[in-house]
């Protein structure tokens, strides 16, 4: 039976906002969902074990015969794509630009770019493609209701305890991607191609939004009045921003 994490749960009711975990190999993930503005479904990080659009919960929101909007935020996140693909294969996928070229290798090679994804948010709703990275990162801002919840890629891990399988475990530690909010040494060492390019965009969302929440695709929700300041903390620490 699915765990209640593995379900699809409300995060936001007003921006009709859904999440849910999966696990590849050993490593625990997070899918993310909201409707277009015109109802359609939004997937990010579609996973090959959650086949499931949460349109069931409410009922002003289409169901499983509107083909949903495929993202993969970034280079690394499509092991579930091919699923959903087969199983709605009107879908339309979405990838920033910097990640289509090794997703096209990966067999993803139909996807559209996400600027194109731009057009369909609801209102309060924004996409961002990040600069200065190798393999493109896709975040989405959300402001509803007093909130500003930043559903992120994998620039920032929340995991609330090292995993208990060994191999798992020691690349956390080397990565420096656990326990608690982290910037993993792979953003740092592999992804970063332009650092002063990608603190620069990340100094300006950081001052224009002031995240309450976090929605990470590794590890928990964090939802915290001073997430900006330790989002701040963790950039100047890790990465040497001046801000
Ligand atoms: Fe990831």
Known sequence: MA???TSWQMV????????????????????????????QWVIVSPSAEK???????????????????????????????AAWKKKFPRAQGYAPEGALARLARKGCDDLKPLAELKGLLPQGVSVVELPGLRYGETWFRFSHAGERTWVTGDVFFNLKRFSRQ??????????????????????????????KVFLSCLEKLLREDKPTRLLPLHGEILSDPDLPQKLTVLLRERLGAKF
């Open 51 to 81: 086949l499931e659009l949460p349109g069931t919960v409410i009922k002003d929101v289409q169901e499983s015969e509107t083909a949903p909007c495929l993202v993969l935020p970034n280079a690394f996140h499509f092991l579930g794509y």
């Open 3 to 5: 765990s209640e994490k």
């Open 12 to 39: 936001d009711p007003e921006a009709k906002l859904f999440t849910c975990q999966y696990r590849v190999a050993n490593f625990i993930s997070r899918s993310n969902a909201f409707p277009t503005a015109s109802g």
């Open 166 to 195: 060994p191999f798992a475990r020691l690349t956390q530690k080397l990565l420096g991607s656990a326990p608690g909010l982290k910037l993993p040494a792979t953003i740092k060492y592999v992804l970063i191609k332009d650092r």
